[in-house]
């Protein structure tokens, strides 16, 4: 084998344990819509995303630490004004 070959085949194992998750992936490991995630990302909301090159990924510890942050449990239930207000 030679250089480059050892070279691409590091590169394919690390790879295959990388700790960084596409969109869509990120999007099953929380549990939402790959469309929310977009939409939580451009609202500046969601998970800390990065860029590698044209690519948008995720990492795994940055999505634990999101959603723990998200926790019901933590984060209890805030009524909006038109919620609180009684109907007549």
């Known amino acids: 084998m030679d250089s480059e070959e050892d070279d691409n085949e590091r590169a394919?194992?690390?790879?295959k344990g990388s700790p960084?998750?596409?969109t869509e992936q990120a999007a099953h490991y929380l549990c939402i819509s790959r469309r929310t995630l977009e939409d939580l990302?451009?609202?500046g909301k969601g998970?800390?995303?990065?860029r590698h090159g044209r690519l948008v990924r995720y990492?795994?510890?940055?999505?634990e630490a999101?959603?723990?942050?998200?926790?019901?449990?933590?984060?209890?239930?805030?009524?909006?004004k038109s919620d609180a207000t009684p109907k007549s």
């Open 20 to 22: 960084f998750l596409n």
């Open 47 to 50: 998970p800390p995303a990065r």
């Open 66 to 80: 999101w959603s723990s942050a998200h926790d019901e449990k933590k984060s209890p239930y805030k009524p909006r």
């Open 12 to 15: 394919a194992t690390a790879r």
């Open 59 to 63: 990492h795994i510890a940055d999505l």
């Open 41 to 43: 990302r451009r609202q």
